[in-house]
């Protein structure tokens, strides 16, 4: 593949990449060879990161100056909104913004275009300061495709306007490590969270906050046997078999590409557990469990913060079948649950609905989590379990956590049969 050495093109390529192939932006970057210096690296990733996030109010702003906007071809889609956000966003110079933009049309075999697109920039550099006034006055309009903020206002109507705060920056990035590590920056609020700019140690592992605290709610619980049935990329697993007093770790997950990568992780971390591939089902029967996590696939609606891609990947809440998977992996990871012992069922999203009703038998535990949650940490409780609040350093997190009750043993004075289970004695 050819290699790339402009970082604009490196941009809108990447951005072709998410949404022919519905990726995420670190996948997307991975299918090409950039053959550029680190700012320039690092501006290609302000492009694509900033322009997602604030696609919306971009492409309204767009639409003003182009009644036929839906009719052009979306390489030219992608060359406006990045010269859009550069001239709103940056302190590019308006000429050299233009100017980049016009020669992506002719690297892109669109020139019959040049001239539309420096007239609409033009027009949009003379309302700069007026939309970034707009944006500060009003973020939801920008940052949310209309469909997901009439969703916020309908089921969080006093905490959407604060969220969307925080969405207006990138967010801050956490990690932890395999070893010590001296002159860091830490969390106050979890015990192993780091803030670093160095992450190509093989000890780091680079996993939010949010993701940390739903690891320290399960460790709170000192599981003897775990399963992670939902377990690539692995980050959940690795912080718990790092982190925890396992007797047996088991890992599972039915995406080999993921698996794999997972293994290389597994291995860069020099940690040690049972890897195994296919569907939750794929378990015997009578493998029982102190604690099952249920990562669930999701919408990940929860994570727009570092990923604001899934706004322009994502065209309503989930529905059909995501939900009726996430019902289905949870009863049959309930089965694997041993009597007296627990199920945490979380995702990376804010939706209730794909927070699905506990297997009959289930019983939720509150208490649990308020003592396993960490000090401070932005969660609030809800009908089904708890939501942990987006925000510039958290991600978006609901959940619950469900107890099965021990099997319950009877006493009738000094009968020999005073110790066997109740079912056995009705049975008789």
């Known amino acids: 593949m050819r290699r790339i050495d402009n970082p604009r093109e490196l ?22 060879t950039p053959a550029l210096s680190a700012a320039d690296l690092q501006l290609c990733h302000e492009l694509v990161y900033g322009t997602y996030r604030f696609w919306p109010g971009l492409e309204a702003v767009l639409r003003q100056f182009l009644p036929k906007y839906e009719t052009l071809p979306a390489v030219i889609h992608r060359i406006l909104l990045v010269g859009a956000y ?30 539309l697109v420096n007239a609409v920039l033009r027009k949009v550099a003379t309302q700069k300061e007026t939309l970034a006034q707009g944006i500060q006055a009003d973020p939801a309009n920008w940052l949310l495709p209309e469909w997901w903020k009439n969703w916020l206002v309908r089921h969080f109507p006093s905490r959407y306007q604060g969220w969307c705060t925080s969405w207006l920056e990138r967010p801050t990035h956490a990690a932890w490590s395999t070893k010590p590590m001296k002159s ?33 709610l399960a460790l709170s619980l000192k599981p003897k046997r775990f399963w992670d049935c939902c377990a690539a990329p692995g980050g ?5 078999n790092h982190f925890g007093h396992l007797e047996r770790h088991l890992a599972s997950d039915p995406d080999h590409h993921r698996l794999v990568r997972m293994r290389d992780n597994l291995h860069r971390l020099d940690l040690a557990m049972e890897l195994r591939e296919g ?26 913060g570092r ?12 529905e059909g079948q995501l939900l009726d998977q996430q019902k289905a992996i949870l009863e049959t990871a309930w089965l694997h649950v041993k009597p007296g012992g627990h199920l945490l069922y979380a995702v990376c999203t804010l939706d209730p609905a794909e927070v699905p009703e506990p297997p009959e038998g289930a019983e939720r535990d509150l208490s649990a989590i308020r003592v396993g949650f960490p000090a401070e940490l932005p969660w609030v409780e809800t ?26 043993l009877i006493s009738d004075g000094d009968d020999e049969d005073a110790y066997l289970p109740e079912i056995s004695r009705e049975e008789e």
């Open 11 to 32: 941009a809108i390529l990447c951005m072709r990449e998410v949404e022919d192939k519905h990726l995420l932006i670190p996948d997307a970057m991975m299918r090409y």
């Open 86 to 115: 550069q001239l709103v966003h940056t302190r590019i110079p308006d000429y050299a913004v233009i100017h980049e933009s016009v020669q992506l049309c002719v690297s892109q075999k669109v020139r019959g275009l040049k001239g």
């Open 184 to 216: 860091v920056k830490t969390s106050e609020i979890l015990p192993h969270a780091i803030f670093v700019d160095e992450t190509s140690k093989p000890s780091i592992y680079i996993q939010n906050e949010s993701s940390q605290a739903i690891c320290e």
């Open 236 to 240: 959940k697993s690795f912080y718990i």
């Open 279 to 304: 569907e939750v089902s794929s378990v015997a029967k009578d493998e029982q469990f102190d604690l099952v996590l249920v990562d669930a696939p999701c919408s990940a609606m929860g994570i727009v």
């Open 307 to 318: 990923h604001p891609e899934l706004k322009q990947l994502r065209s309503g809440p989930a």
């Open 383 to 408: 009908e089904k379990g708890f939501l942990i609040e987006p925000g510039l350093r958290f991600d978006g997190f609901q959940g619950m956590l469900l107890a099965k009750p021990a099997i319950e």
